[in-house]
């Protein structure tokens, strides 16, 4: 079937009323960047739908292929045209069904006239048209609600529009139209999860990794450089900052009682953040803690480290289940680069009988021995930031 054009439905942006413009603008900026690469697909937005055009059928079917990686996109259905004559659209009509599995489904024509100066009024086009499809297919049943196979055809002036096929959206708000945060990207399964679903609520994200080398390997820091690549597929860049945690995590570890030490950890890496997120003008720094799942994200854990900051912090995953991070992770694309073998430093100075109820008196004491405030600032402005995604030459440059 040669597709001529991409009809695209909004979903929940069409509830925003007054504000629907902000959103759809912010939705065609995210499909202009991830059709980059597509320089013959043009969009054209209207109120309560899109379309995709293009004269080249491949890259038309390369932009459908990203669609379902867009979020604020309910549905999507690729469409043909066709001459708007009766015995034209008849024959594209048994091209578009024939596609489909006909025996035994049920059936309806739908029929739009945009162009009122067409000969047959809706009643007789729908006849026309079922008639002509029965009897090639006899194995179709006709049902007027909720048929298998809607096939819908509209006449507008420049032609005919036909298609039976509905394809479903990521669904959620366009990346960038609820502000912007900063992830705590730290390799693991959970944060690129929580980075997801907050991007699928329209959050736009920089992300955040600490790395202690010799302790951590390039390897590590490359996965945390894949998963983000991996988030930038849902329709908008995400740059990461890599912060030199070295010193901070050896000052640490002599100073602090072991026990106490992952909260101490915590509450430095959610500081650093902190001014990351100011410099960066974001909002709210996204952390992918699950409530009880490791001794640091137990509610007086949680408390403790929280206590450093004012700014929100946004969970997404604190009433999730381990198993339904990992179907998610998997479903998303995350879930093989997590796994792989590489050391992060949250777990390679992990203490082995860490407080799961810190007393924050006793955290704070600890921790003033140590001025680690100009460790903090030297570590902010020391970090790297990367871009991703990273164009096709990056990871060969040092070869070169």
Request: proline share 5%.
């Amino acid at each position: 079937m040669h597709w001529t054009e991409v009809l695209i439905r909004y979903g929940e942006i069409s509830l925003k009323g007054r504000n629907r413009k902000k959103f759809v603008d912010r939705l065609r900026a995210n499909m202009k960047q991830a059709f980059r690469d597509l320089t013959t697909v043009k969009i054209k937005a209207e109120r309560d739908r899109m379309f995709l055009t293009s004269d080249n059928e491949t890259e038309l079917q390369q932009a459908m292929e990203k669609l379902p990686s867009i979020f604020g996109i309910h549905s999507f259905s690729p469409i043909a045209k066709c001459e708007a004559d009766l015995e034209a659209i008849k024959e594209k009509a048994i091209q578009i069904i024939g596609d489909d599995e006909t025996e035994g489904k049920t059936f309806k024509v739908e029929i739009k006239r945009t162009d009122k100066s067409f000969p047959l009024v809706t009643g007789e086009l729908q006849q026309a048209i079922g008639a002509h499809v029965l009897t090639h297919f006899p194995g179709l049943i006709v049902q007027m609600k909720k048929p298998e196979i809607l096939l819908h055809v509209e006449i507008r002036e420049e032609g005919a529009f036909l298609t039976s096929k509905v394809f479903k959206g990521a669904g959620g708000m366009p990346v960038g139209s609820n502000g912007h945060s900063l992830l705590m990207l730290s390799g693991g399964i959970d944060s690129p999860v929580a980075g997801y679903l907050m991007m699928k609520r329209g959050v736009s994200l920089d992300a955040i990794h600490f790395a202690s080398p010799p302790f951590t390997s390039d390897q590590a820091q490359e996965k945390v450089l894949d998963l983000a690549e991996r988030l930038s597929s849902f329709g908008a860049a995400v740059r990461v900052h890599v912060i030199p945690f070295t010193e901070i995590q050896q000052t640490i570890a002599a100073q602090v009682p072991n026990n106490v030490s992952m909260t101490t950890t915590r509450r430095l890496m959610l500081r650093i953040a902190d001014l990351v997120r100011t410099e960066e003008n974001a909002l709210a720094i996204v952390t992918g803690e699950s409530l009880g799942q490791v001794a640091s994200q137990t509610l007086e854990s949680l408390t403790a480290i929280n206590e450093v900051t004012s700014t929100p912090i946004l969970r997404p995953l604190i009433s999730t289940d381990k198993l339904d991070i990992i179907k998610i992770a998997e479903e998303i694309g995350t879930y093989d680069i997590s796994i792989r073998p590489y050391e992060d430093c949250c777990t390679i100075f992990s203490p082995s009988n860490p407080k799961t109820k810190p007393k924050l008196e006793k955290v704070v004491y600890y921790e003033g021995f140590t001025d680690f405030e100009p460790m903090i600032q030297e570590a902010v402005r020391n970090r790297v930031t990367y871009e991703t995604p990273r164009s096709a030459t990056d990871k060969f440059d040092d070869l070169l």
